[in-house]
């Protein structure tokens, strides 16, 4: 079961009113195309011919086109080259279930793990693929999802994939109730609110 915002549904609506209005201003651009503004070429990079054949220029590249922080970007590219292109085409093709695909990636010794190879990766790898299914984890979506009372619960052992998973379906079902374009629009929504861009005026 999904976790409503647990917050007055007038604060909840008028958060989502008032990002409406920032993004009709122009307010949240920035925001946006920092993050976004070379989602258009990582998409093209994340295909699967490419990322067969993927060069470390490409991989250099593709970690630069992502919203995450480039400080693991050394880390990342001191992966064997074979290595990047098998565990990058694992997560987003290998044709099992998504569950199995985040475990072996995030959590199994001797799977489909990389150095660098964290949440915040994972995610933004899912969402330069599919936008309308996954989104982003950065640490804006952690606060961003505590300020709505969303954030899940998650158990004391509970394994990198399984968190992985419960903030998916949490940003999924706040993507559908807010009625935004896709899970990119959701992160901007979560970065303006922890960011206190959408305090009443």
């Known amino acids: 079961m999904h976790t409503q915002p ?19 201003t122009g307010a949240t651009l920035a925001m946006h195309r920092r993050k976004w503004g070379k989602a258009a070429r990582a998409k093209e990079l994340v ?9 470390l220029e490409q991989a250099d590249e593709l970690y630069r086109c992502l919203p995450v922080s480039q400080r ?4 990342f590219l001191s992966n064997p080259l074979q290595e990047i292109r098998e565990c990058l085409w694992f997560l987003l093709y290998e044709q099992i279930m ?24 994972a995610a933004a790898m899912l969402c330069t693929k599919d936008p309308d299914l996954y989104g982003p ?21 509970e394994s990198q994939a ?15 109730l807010v009625g935004l374009n896709d899970l990119r629009d959701t992160d901007d929504f ?4 922890a960011r206190d861009m959408l305090k009443p005026i």
Not at 72 to 75: C, Y
Not at 162 to 176: A, M
Not at 190 to 193: D, F, H, V
């Open 98 to 121: 998504y569950e199995i695909r985040v475990y072996e990636f995030l959590d199994e010794m001797g799977g489909y793990r990389l150095k660098g190879g964290d949440q915040s990766l």
């Open 162 to 176: 399984g968190r992985f998973q419960k903030v998916q379906e949490t940003l999924y079902y706040l993507f559908r």
């Open 47 to 55: 295909q699967e011919d490419t990322l067969n054949t993927l060069t």
């Open 72 to 75: 693991g970007r050394p880390v």
């Open 6 to 24: 647990n917050i007055p549904q007038r604060s909840f609506l008028g958060y989502v009113e008032r990002f409406g209005a920032l993004q009709k």
């Open 190 to 193: 979560l970065e303006a609110l």
């Open 137 to 157: 984890i950065s640490s804006h979506t952690a606060k961003g999802l505590k300020l709505l009372g969303m954030y899940p619960t998650f158990d004391k052992n």
